[in-house]
């Protein structure tokens, strides 16, 4: 499996923008960057995912690299429910028996008031 | 939907005792995914379905883990005989589709699992 490499830890201010990174140098042709997070007592939930171009949705934006060895994830404005941990998962979107979702060990995000 | 649903929420049993997890699944999804995370490991994938047919169970720790999936809308993952080390919170995923555009993955509230 291609691996990622998130900082264990970052902190931010609220109301702030956030922008966690993710380093993928083995990413494949076929593998999609996903994003998930998990709030304390809960299990994870989906953030968003792309391929190579930028993404953006409700929750948050990603921005992929142009050579798409890294990531970032940004949350424009976070609250005190962004505390969570945040996963950055490569998935290979083409090939069957290959689609596991495998997590690392993710990046603990704390916003201060 | 309700969602991925799990149960029991929780779950006290004692080493050497039969555990069965359950779970149902988002109605119309292909696939099914089992978890187990714990503060040592993180989060482990044991097992996957897809179309009820188990697709990779290289995760699963040992002989005593099993996972079943006898219809599109039921899955168990049993533990027997349970060990104090198999304490951890076991999650429940279930996917639509991975291949198309909409490839989100829903995840259920967990079952604590605490063998004593």
Known sequence: ??????????????EEPVHLPCNHSTISGTDYIHWYRQ????????VIHGLTSNVNNRMASLAIAEDRKSSTLILHRATLRDAAVYYCILRDGANFGNEKLTFGTGTRLTIIP | DAGVIQSPR????????????RCKPIS???????????????????IYFNNNVPID??????????AKMPNASF???KIQPSEPRDSAVY??????????????????????????
């Open chain 2, 75 to 77: 899955s168990t993952l």
């Open chain 1, 1 to 14: 499996d291609a691996k990622t490499t998130q900082p264990n830890s970052m902190e931010s201010n609220e």
């Open chain 2, 28 to 46: 119309g999804h292909d696939y099914l995914f089992w978890y187990r995370q714990t503060m040592m490991r993180g989060l482990e994938l044991l």
């Open chain 1, 39 to 46: 709030l304390p007592s809960q299990g994870p939930e989906y």
């Open chain 2, 91 to 116: 999650f429940c995923a279930s996917q639509q589709t991975i291949h198309q555009e909409n490839t989100e993955a829903f995840f259920g509230q967990g079952t604590r699992l605490t063998v004593v």
């Open chain 2, 10 to 21: 929780h779950e006290v049993t004692e080493m050497g005792q039969e555990v069965t997890l």
């Open chain 2, 57 to 66: 169970d290289s995760g699963m720790p040992e002989d005593r883990f099993s």
